[in-house]
């Protein structure tokens, strides 16, 4: 499952930064410990690689966080470099979660290696499921990947009613869920965020999830209403794959 | 009047149901846009999945109704009487609950952005998921404000709502996003607002005292006269945000980010901020006696006229600081 769409939405924010300058400079003196003041070089830098470099040094968040601090301290200008570093840490922190979670392209994880081999999603997936009790506080870094599942959430709930798309996602992962049942029990365990969370980990690629819910919508005591959930539901999700 | 009566009439064009008994009425998925129920009696009414866009439901009973599901957008629901209803999953975008009761009503999923809940009684909700963006909960004079004491807003979206004055008293805010928001003047106290997102939110008096803010992010967000007695910031993210003249006795800061934080005439007496990071924060005339501040980065910090007594500050980083009597520290 890759989202090479939300990687290069970061890449894309770092690029616009009206900070990027000394962003590319930051990154640039932690990964090599060598400044540059030639704006020509600095603007030549492409986010990508340096970003890229980065977590290729420094595989665990922490240590890039305490790393980019010393860094600062080394500077005459810690005031506008402090900002910079904010950034970065918001920015990456966001793809480390995308990195844990299998969806960053191996490709960009591994640049030296061959970029036909794909079976770096699984190896990098199966990390993700051994998140322990620790985890369950959200990523406090991954501010731009928290506030884009709350716009996830509102997008589908503003087209439909957020219990028809409960009830299809339920029905998607779990068992088929009638209306008519004495028990919703089993509905109110989980929150509509809980039940996008299990898709994720459920469904490698929106082709699949798009044939499952049509399949499952069929099923459902409202057809109609659940397909047109179902049609929310993906339009959504489309741009996290 | 029963149910098919009802569905009867309405086919016919009638909209006029004003002071209606339908209590228990199976109304499931029916059709019932714009229709007038003012006072009516809808008692454990079965209207899950119906479509209520628009109805008036001033001073209805609905307690104990499921709703679940239901279209109720831009519904009118003044003084209503929601009391343990079911709205698991509804639409409420717009609608106006003036003054109702949503007691420990369930409202989990439930999508009310820019609802109108001012005076609304939610207290002991289930509000859990819910969408709550733009909503207006800022107290009215002469009504009493809306009350969340106790309601459960795990996750929940309140992004640029106004909730000023309202009482949320032990509210489970936890992973909840609160950015852009108003909460000036807000009872959190003893609040669990862990994980949450408050960038740019905007706390001023608020009362935050005993509240649980651990790993909080608090960029930017405006705190200046807030009550954090004894509240919980261990790890919380207050990059640039403004505390002045806060109340942070006892609090705990331990390993939290304050670079650029604005903390001039705060009250810090006993608080903990050992490893907190106050690079270029600026504590003016802050009180910091037996303060704790061991391992903490005061670098480039502006602490002139700051009161240090008894403060504990074994491995604080000085360097470049501006100290209490106007030097600057080498």
Same mark, same amino acid.
Request: hydrophobic residues 40%.
């Given at each position: 499952?890759?989202?090479?769409?939300?990687?290069?939405?970061?890449?894309?924010?770092?690029?616009? #930064?009206?900070?990027? +300058?000394?962003?590319?400079? %930051?990154?640039?003196?932690?990964?090599? $410990? &060598?400044?540059?003041?030639? /704006?020509?070089?600095?603007?030549?830098?492409?986010?990508?690689?340096?970003?890229?470099?980065?977590?290729?040094?420094?595989?665990?968040?922490?240590?890039?966080?305490?790393?980019?601090?010393?860094?600062?301290?080394?500077?005459?200008?810690?005031?506008?470099?402090?900002?910079?570093?904010?950034?970065?840490?918001?920015?990456?922190?966001?793809?480390?979660?995308?990195? #844990?979670?299998?969806? +960053?392209?191996?490709?960009? %994880?591994?640049?030296?290696?061959?970029? $036909? &081999?794909?079976?770096?999603? /699984?190896?990098?997936?199966?990390?993700?499921?051994?998140?322990?009790?620790?985890?369950?506080?959200?990523?406090?870094?991954?501010?731009?990947?928290?506030?884009?599942?709350?716009?996830?959430?509102?997008?589908?709930?503003?087209?439909?009613?957020?219990?028809?798309?409960?009830?299809?996602?339920?029905?998607?992962?779990?068992?088929?869920?009638?209306?008519?049942?004495? #028990?919703?029990?089993? +509905?109110?365990?989980?929150?509509?965020?809980?039940?996008?969370?299990?898709?994720?980990?459920?469904?490698?690629?929106?082709?699949?999830?798009?044939?499952?819910?049509?399949?499952?919508?069929?099923?459902?005591?409202?057809?109609?209403?659940?397909?047109?959930?179902?049609?929310?539901?993906?339009?959504?999700?489309?741009?996290?794959? | 009047?029963?149910?098919?009566?009802?569905?009867?009439?309405?086919?016919?064009?009638?909209?006029?149901?004003?002071?209606?008994?339908?209590?228990?009425?199976?109304?499931?998925?029916?059709?019932?846009?714009?229709?007038?129920?003012?006072?009516?009696?809808?008692?454990?009414?079965?209207?899950?999945?119906?479509?209520?866009?628009?109805?008036?439901?001033?001073?209805?009973?609905?307690?104990?109704?499921?709703?679940?599901?239901?279209?109720?957008?831009?519904?009118?629901?003044?003084?209503?009487?929601?009391?343990?209803?079911?709205?698991?999953?509804?639409?409420?975008?717009?609608?106006?609950?003036?003054?109702?009761?949503?007691?420990?009503?369930?409202?989990?999923?439930?999508?009310?952005?820019?609802?109108?809940?001012?005076?609304?009684?939610?207290?002991?909700?289930?509000?859990?998921?819910?969408?709550?963006?733009?909503?207006?909960?800022?107290?009215?004079?002469?009504?009493?404000?809306?009350?969340?004491?106790?309601?459960?807003?795990?996750?929940?979206?309140?992004?640029?709502?106004?909730?000023?004055?309202?009482?949320?008293?032990?509210?489970?805010?936890?992973?909840?996003?609160?950015?852009?928001?108003?909460?000036?003047?807000?009872?959190?106290?003893?609040?669990?607002?862990?994980?949450?997102?408050?960038?740019?939110?905007?706390?001023?008096?608020?009362?935050?005292?005993?509240?649980?803010?651990?790993?909080?992010?608090?960029?930017?967000?405006?705190?200046?006269?807030?009550?954090?007695?004894?509240?919980?910031?261990?790890?919380?993210?207050?990059?640039?945000?403004?505390?002045?003249?806060?109340?942070?006795?006892?609090?705990?800061?331990?390993?939290?980010?304050?670079?650029?934080?604005?903390?001039?005439?705060?009250?810090?007496?006993?608080?903990?901020?050992?490893?907190?990071?106050?690079?270029?924060?600026?504590?003016?005339?802050?009180?910091?006696?037996?303060?704790?501040?061991?391992?903490?980065?005061?670098?480039?910090?502006?602490?002139?006229?700051?009161?240090?007594?008894?403060?504990?500050?074994?491995?604080?980083?000085?360097?470049?600081?501006?100290?209490?009597?106007?030097?600057?520290?080498?």
């Amino acid at each position: 499952m890759e989202d090479l769409n939300l990687l290069e939405e970061v890449i894309e924010s770092l690029e616009q #930064d009206s900070n990027v +300058l000394r962003i590319k400079r %930051l990154i640039l003196f932690t990964c090599h $410990d &060598s400044w540059s003041n030639d /704006v020509n070089e600095v603007k030549a830098l492409h986010v990508r690689q340096l970003v890229q470099e980065l977590m290729t040094i420094f595989p665990d968040l922490n240590k890039l966080k305490h790393k980019l601090n010393s860094q600062v301290k080394q500077l005459s200008k810690q005031s506008d470099y402090l900002l910079a570093a904010d950034n970065i840490i918001d920015c990456l922190g966001f793809l480390y979660t995308l990195r #844990d979670e299998g969806k +960053l392209p191996y490709s960009f %994880l591994n640049p030296e290696l061959s970029s $036909d &081999s794909q079976n770096g999603s /699984v190896s990098t997936k199966s990390e993700a499921t051994e998140k322990t009790e620790d985890d369950t506080i959200p990523h406090k870094h991954n501010i731009k990947y928290l506030r884009n599942l709350f716009d996830l959430r509102a997008d589908i709930s503003r087209n439909v009613s957020p219990l028809h798309a409960k009830i299809l996602l339920f029905s998607t992962l779990n068992y088929r869920f009638s209306p008519q049942e004495r #028990d919703w029990s089993a +509905l109110y365990t989980y929150d509509i965020d809980d039940l996008i969370q299990m898709i994720f980990q459920t469904y490698e690629t929106v082709e699949a999830l798009e044939t499952r819910l049509t399949e499952v919508s069929q099923t459902l005591d409202q057809p109609e209403e659940a397909k047109r959930a179902a049609a929310v539901i993906l339009q959504a999700i489309k741009p996290f794959y | 009047m029963s149910a098919e009566k009802l569905l009867k009439e309405y086919a016919s064009g009638r909209r006029d149901f004003a002071g209606l008994n339908l209590a228990n009425a199976n109304l499931f998925n029916s059709d019932l846009i714009g229709v007038n129920l003012t006072k009516a009696d809808l008692r454990r009414t079965n209207l899950v999945f119906a479509f209520l866009n628009k109805v008036t439901f001033n001073h209805a009973n609905l307690s104990g109704a499921k709703l679940g599901g239901a279209t109720l957008n831009q519904a009118i629901m003044m003084s209503a009487n929601l009391s343990e209803a079911d709205l698991h999953g509804a639409m409420l975008q717009r609608v106006n609950l003036f003054g109702a009761n949503l007691s420990l009503a369930n409202l989990m999923d439930a999508n009310l952005s820019e609802a109108d809940l001012r005076s609304v009684n939610l207290r002991g909700a289930n509000l859990r998921g819910a969408i709550l963006s733009a909503t207006l909960m800022r107290e009215e004079r002469g009504y009493p404000p809306t009350n969340l004491s106790g309601a459960n807003l795990r996750k929940a979206d309140l992004r640029g709502a106004n909730l000023s004055g309202a009482d949320l008293a032990g509210v489970d805010l936890s992973s909840a996003n609160l950015s852009e928001a108003t909460f000036s003047r807000v009872n959190l106290q003893g609040a669990n607002l862990s994980g949450a997102i408050a960038s740019g939110t905007i706390f001023t008096e608020a009362n935050l005292s005993n509240a649980n803010l651990t790993e909080a992010n608090l960029k930017g967000a405006n705190l200046t006269k807030a009550d954090l007695k004894n509240a919980n910031l261990r790890l919380a993210n207050l990059f640039g945000a403004n505390l002045t003249k806060a109340n942070m006795s006892m609090t705990t800061l331990s390993n939290a980010g304050l670079i650029q934080a604005i903390l001039n005439g705060s009250d810090l007496s006993r608080s903990l901020l050992d490893k907190a990071n106050l690079s270029q924060a600026s504590l003016v005339d802050a009180y910091l006696v037996r303060a704790n501040l061991d391992g903490a980065d005061l670098s480039e910090a502006i602490l002139t006229r700051a009161e240090m007594s008894g403060a504990s500050t074994i491995g604080t980083i000085f360097s470049g600081a501006t100290m209490p009597d106007g030097k600057s520290h080498t």
